[in-house]
């Protein structure tokens, strides 16, 4: 154990594309955990697309950080010294509140106790984590699956979407994936099952492509990422669609203002749905969620990939890597 703390602070609100220079990286003393609270090593540390949104002046489902506050994150992390009923020296948890920092003292009771029997303890921010909580909720509940039917997933190749194609395939549909990089569209379509992936940076008229590989239509769409894959996945809904709107990451970094939705006539016709969701509020089955996901990670139906950066110090190069489609599966930065 050491005696100093390094911390991301946020200098400064991005505009545009996030830089490393919008972080500084300092040195704090170790903090004691009061009552009810544990000391936490952190061991991997999770950078999530929702970070952009915390860095804007703006108030959403959390007030944004502020300038000078370690930047938001959760975190997988080792009990260090334990003021709190049920937890020791050497449980591994997940803190979500954790922050861009080696150690952190926080109450016990925002923690979620982590089984390294299970799985790597890494999986507890990725596929046995918010990521694969959100493509579980997302996949199920907003997008109703049927056995029989085309799903198509974007942003396929990252943490939610690898893992909600998968579910699609786990539940009898045809599973379609879109990302950027010709190496993930064979992870999808290789190792992950996926029945086909585009590549949406070679595939020229991405309505054209998309409508080859879903020949009666898209009955399920599982958006992560908006602007043209998702105006050419509305073009080819099927009769009673439904669009799980999940993330919009390819205007997240965006500085002009946004036009749109203009495609919504499309839906008439074909009376389909576009919803909005939020993990957080299927907290009351996430048990249930968790331990469906954790049965098919077992019985290898449902597999992952993480890129793991080393160091807290690349902790902003990771986040802005992840940004631009650096990653294949989910993106950690590995701590202790
Ligand atoms: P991720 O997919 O692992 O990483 C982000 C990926 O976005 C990159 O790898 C990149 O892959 C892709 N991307 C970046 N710019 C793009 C663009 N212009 N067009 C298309 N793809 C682009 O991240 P994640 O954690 O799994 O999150 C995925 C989405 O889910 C995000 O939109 C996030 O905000 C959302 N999310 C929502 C909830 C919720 O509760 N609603 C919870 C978690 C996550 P390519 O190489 O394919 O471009
Ligand atoms: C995310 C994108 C957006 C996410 C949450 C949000 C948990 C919430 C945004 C808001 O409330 O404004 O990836 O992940």
């Given at each position: 154990v050491s005696d100093s703390n390094r911390r991301w602070l946020v200098r400064r609100r991005p505009e545009g594309w996030p830089e490393v220079d919008d972080f500084e990286l300092v040195e704090a003393p170790i903090e004691a955990p009061g009552e009810g609270q544990v000391l936490l090593r952190n061991l991997y540390l999770s950078v999530d697309p929702y970070m952009r949104g915390r860095l804007r002046d703006r108030d959403s489902y959390a007030p944004p950080v502020g300038i000078g506050d370690v930047m938001v994150g959760s975190a997988v992390a080792e009990v260090?010294?334990?003021?709190?009923?049920?937890l020791a020296a050497g449980d591994v948890v997940e803190s979500p509140?954790?922050?861009?920092?080696?150690y952190a003292a926080v109450d016990a009771a925002g923690l979620r106790r982590v089984d390294p029997e299970l799985a790597p303890v890494s999986t507890a921010l990725g596929v046995l984590g918010m990521p694969g909580l959100t493509a579980y909720f997302g996949m199920l509940d907003v997008c109703e699956l049927r056995p029989g039917t085309t799903a198509v997933v974007s942003g396929a190749a990252g943490a939610v979407g690898s893992t909600a194609g998968q579910i699609a395939r786990i539940h009898g549909c045809r599973a379609v994936g879109v990302a950027g990089s010709d190496e993930k569209v064979d992870w999808l379509t290789g190792?992950?099952?996926?029945d086909a992936a585009i590549n949406y940076k070679t595939a020229g008229s991405l309505t054209r492509a998309l409508a080859a590989v879903c020949p009666v239509g898209i009955d399920a769409y599982f958006d992560n990422v908006g602007g043209p894959i998702t105006d050419a996945a509305i073009r080819l809904l099927a009769l009673r669609g439904r669009v799980a709107?999940?993330?919009?990451?390819?205007?997240?970094?965006?500085t002009e203002a946004q036009t749109g939705p203009r495609l919504l006539w499309e839906l008439v016709a074909r009376r389909a749905r576009i919803e909005g969701f939020l993990i957080f509020d299927y907290r009351d089955r996430y048990r249930e969620g968790l331990e469906k996901l954790g049965g098919w990670v077992r019985s290898g139906e449902l597999r992952y990939r993480e890129t793991v950066v080393d160091g807290i110090e690349r902790t902003p190069e990771a986040f802005i890597s992840m940004m631009r489609g650096g990653n294949i599966g989910k993106m950690l930065v590995k701590v202790g």
């Open positions: 260090v010294e334990s003021r709190a009923a049920g509140t954790f922050g861009w920092q080696e190792e992950l099952g996926f709107i999940c993330g919009q990451i390819s205007i997240y970094n965006a």
